[in-house]
């Protein structure tokens, strides 16, 4: 009664592929084919470092360095004058309390 019922694999009819035909071949006389010629080898274009892109190098990479330093200082400083700023009103706020506290 609680059996699951698997389907069964239905049967084929008739012819599933087309009959193979064959075919007479005639032989065919090639000629020699020339040599190919070798393969080249690509060239890849080789980079030439002279003293001024050197330099050029050297220049972007150092502001690169100071421009990402100079903006990840800043968002260390705006976290810490965020929680310095935190911290004082908290302050401010207790001490509201205690003393609204102390009047009763």
């Given at each position: 009664?609680?059996?699951?019922?698997?389907?069964?694999?239905?049967?084929?009819?008739?012819?599933?592929?087309?009959?193979?035909?064959?075919?007479?071949?005639?032989?065919?006389?090639?000629?020699?084919?020339?040599?190919?010629?070798?393969?080249?080898?690509?060239?890849?274009?080789?980079?030439?470092?002279?003293?001024?892109?050197?330099?050029a190098l050297v220049g972007g990479g150092t502001a690169v360095?100071?421009?990402?330093?100079?903006?990840?200082?800043?968002?260390?400083?705006?976290?810490?004058?965020?929680?310095?700023?935190?911290?004082?009103?908290?302050?401010?706020?207790?001490?509201?309390?205690?003393?609204?506290?102390?009047?009763?």
């Amino acid at each position: 009664m609680l059996r699951p019922k698997i389907p069964t694999m239905p049967t084929a009819t008739g012819l599933t592929h087309p009959p193979a035909t064959v075919t007479e071949q005639t032989a065919t006389v090639h000629q020699p084919a020339a040599p190919a010629p070798a393969p080249v080898a690509p060239t890849c274009p080789t980079v030439q470092l002279t003293p001024g892109s050197v330099l050029a190098l050297v220049g972007g990479g150092t502001a690169v360095v100071l421009v990402v330093g100079a903006v990840l200082v800043s968002m260390l400083l705006a976290v810490a004058i965020t929680g310095v700023s935190f911290a004082i009103c908290a302050l401010v706020i207790r001490s509201l309390v205690n003393a609204d506290a102390k009047r009763r």
